[in-house]
């Protein structure tokens, strides 16, 4: 078992309280369900990087072949990833390789779920895995109450209903903030129907 799994491993223990209080096989089953990954990076407990963390090697030189050590960092994104299960956006660390697996699979929920524990090597991927897998556990005990015509109907009526009073609402508003009063309405009806009566008065006298 690699370090990071040991790692959390002994943990996982500690928390329990000790292998004693572990009945048999629980170990077993826990050593599937934790990442298998050698090295991981700080800033990976942050994000999801889809097996992609540091490397290192040496830079060789063309002329004499020396070596020196040097490291190789995975190409980070900050992305904004929009959950169907969840119905909002999640803003998270992807590396490049994660989107493109993330694109494949068909979405960060389909990714999440898809994606086994054993290769969910960072704890923020652990973490949206168990709470999207409970949200998707959730919906499915959900029942779906489908509405006849008549309903419908009836609710169109009402958002138009509501809308209607939201269009009153910002025109009182729009009075109030541009000192509309109802005189000044009653003498804008009245110049209208003296304009309408010298008009007709014209038309009479030609």
Known sequence: MAFRSREMMK????????????????K????????NTKVVMGRAHRGLFAGRHIQFGNSVSEDGGN???????PNVQDKRLFSYILDRHIRVK????ALRCIDKAGGIDEYLLKTPY?????????FWKTKIEKMYEELGEMEVVFFSPEDEAKFEEGFK????????????ARRKMYGWSPK???IEEGTTADAEGTDEELVANF
């Not at 070596?67 to 960092?73: A, C, M, P, Q, V």
């Open 11 to 26: 943990k996982i223990i500690k928390k329990i309280g000790g292998e004693k209080n572990l009945s048999p096989g629980v």
């Open 94 to 97: 992807v590396t490049t390789h």
């Open 67 to 73: 070596k020196t050590r040097r490291n190789w960092k």
């Open 184 to 186: 000044t309405e009653k």
């Open 118 to 126: 054993h290769k969910m090597d960072t704890e923020t991927g652990l």
């Open 161 to 172: 209903e509501l809308k209607l009073a939201e269009r009153e609402a910002r025109r009182d």
């Open 28 to 35: 077993e089953s826990l050593q599937k369900c934790t990442p």
